[in-house]
Each structure stands twice: as structure tokens, then as C-alpha cells.
């Protein structure tokens, strides 16, 4: 039987993946505001990328929100950039956008307006990962699975976790496991110290 974490199980799992491609890659992508961009699931970006009506239903719908929420920014007196495509907006430098009372105060008002991401936009904005990446993530798994946690999933061909996936992380094998495979994806936070 497989234990469960939900989405604090899947978050970790997101974690890693994300962990892997930002070490792989070595460099990051878009705006540096990362409160723009939540915790990813879903099924495979290419599935994503290939749409859909509902897919592009749902991302009119949040481009029309993210259009609403800048005009209300606007109303406050931030100046701030309309939304693309998929309705990024481009904030620029995160670190000074939160330093700033008056952004944070209209971010504030302007709460309420603002659209959740919708999963088929968070599945355009998620990497496409590499076969090394992907293989990086299979030699995860199948690390943790013979280190003490037996029921943590497979990735899927995308070398993502499945979006349902589930595994007990609290119990003292999986705790292990964690530690022992954290050097597989270059988790420097989950390795051992050692002090002589």
C-alpha cells in the first residue's frame, strides 16, 4: 500500500526536479520573480504545448485577469508592464519589487484580483528536461526506492513526477533515503555535515 504526503509529497518531488534542471542547466530563465510562477504539476509540457480548447480557454481567461490585476496595480500607482501571451508579467528585479511600499501596498488591494495560474499555463512555463535530466531523475528514484523508500514514484517519460504522485516522506526510511540520494541531483541541504 502507498503511503501519501499529498502536495507537500509532490511539492518535493517538483523540488527535486527543479532542483535537478536548475543544476543541469545552470542558468534560469525569465523575470526573477518567482512569486509568479508557483509550485508546477501536470502532465508533460508537450502535451501542454500541443493546447487544446480548454487549455486556450483557460489561458484567455487568466490573461484577461493578469490584465485586470495590472490595471488595478496601475490605479495604485505602480507602473508595470501588460502581460504577454500567457499572462506573465514581467516584474523585473523580485528583491527590489518587494522592498518597495508602494508595490506591496497595492499588491495588497489588488489581491483579490488577482487570477490563480491555471495548470495549463504552468505546464507551457515548466522546462522541457534533457535525456540527462531525465536520466538523472530515473537514478533518483531508483535510489530512493532501494534506499528506503519503496513506494517513491517513478518519473514519467518527461522526467517529471506524476502529477497524482504520492510516497510517505515521513517515515524514518524515506528520511534516509532523502539524505543518501540527495548527492544524485546535487542537494547540498540534504547531505550530511561533517565536522572533525
Not at 508546477?40 to 509540457?45: A, T
Request: aromatic fraction near 4%.
Amino acid at each position: 500500500m502507498r503511503g501519501h504526503c499529498g502536495r507537500t509529497g509532490r511539492l518535493r518531488l517538483v523540488g527535486a526536479a527543479s532542483g535537478l534542471v536548475l543544476a543541469l542547466a545552470a542558468c534560469g530563465g525569465g523575470s526573477g520573480d518567482e512569486a509568479e510562477v508557483p509550485s508546477v504539476q501536470g502532465s508533460s509540457p508537450s502535451a501542454a504545448r500541443s493546447g487544446g480548447a480548454a487549455g486556450g480557454d483557460d489561458v484567455a481567461e487568466y490573461v484577461r485577469g493578469q490584465r485586470a490585476w495590472v490595471a488595478c496595480l496601475r490605479t495604485e500607482g505602480v507602473d508595470v508592464p501588460d502581460p504577454d501571451a500567457q499572462g506573465q508579467v514581467d516584474l523585473g528585479d523580485a528583491a527590489a519589487r518587494k522592498a518597495d511600499s508602494k508595490f506591496r501596498a497595492a499588491s495588497e488591494k489588488c489581491a483579490d484580483v488577482k487570477p490563480p495560474v491555471p495548470e495549463s499555463v504552468l505546464e507551457k512555463l515548466r522546462p522541457e528536461l534533457s535525456d540527462q535530466q531525465k536520466e538523472t531523475q530515473r537514478r533518483y528514484a531508483a535510489c530512493m526506492q532501494t534506499k528506503g523508500a519503496p513506494d517513491f514514484p517513478d518519473p514519467g517519460p518527461d522526467g517529471y513526477p506524476p502529477e497524482d504522485a504520492r510516497w510517505n516522506q515521513t517515515s524514518a526510511g524515506a528520511k534516509r533515503a532523502i539524505r543518501a540520494c540527495a548527492p544524485v541531483i546535487g542537494d547540498p541541504a540534504a547531505q550530511p555535515t561533517t565536522k572533525g
